[in-house]
């Protein structure tokens, strides 16, 4: 039996501890230079995606033979780029999660992606909404490339993007 899910779940689990790097309850005697948290809060997160990237990469490919493992795996990891994009991060966080949508979107197929996504697809599209509006053209540009392949892929599956 397969325990990639369990990893993709310690993944969510530390992203939801980071957020704490950036909550106001930081501040006081216990708390850690001001000057480190942007810093600590940046590549935290950004370890976050380049794991959660390289799972995808690595192990896709195997786990999908098995298609509750798979489902498992796509589901996790979808959640995981949702919940991290819905954070307040800098540019380059943003552009690796983005990058990390686009990568899961390619390796799971725009089918699973769409069943796993489920009632988050609205949120989705509104995150990339956001992100297209950012002050950063690279960000800009990612997410316009997500929501592009997101309903191309969906209308050439289904000749509709109604779904999205």
Known sequence: EFAIHRIIRLLRLSSSTFQCLVDASTIGDNALDPTLLPWLLQESFNSICASIILIIDECTSTIMEYSREG??????????LLQILT?????????????GALQA????????FLEVAGDNLQHWIRVMLTLMNSISLSVRSIAVDFVISLLGETYAKRGSIVDV
């Open 71 to 80: 489902r498992r795996m796509a589901q996790g990891t979808v959640d995981l």
């Open 87 to 99: 954070v307040p991060q800098s540019a380059v966080t943003h552009l690796r999660t983005v990058g």
């Open 105 to 112: 979107l390619d390796k799971f197929g725009i089918q699973l």
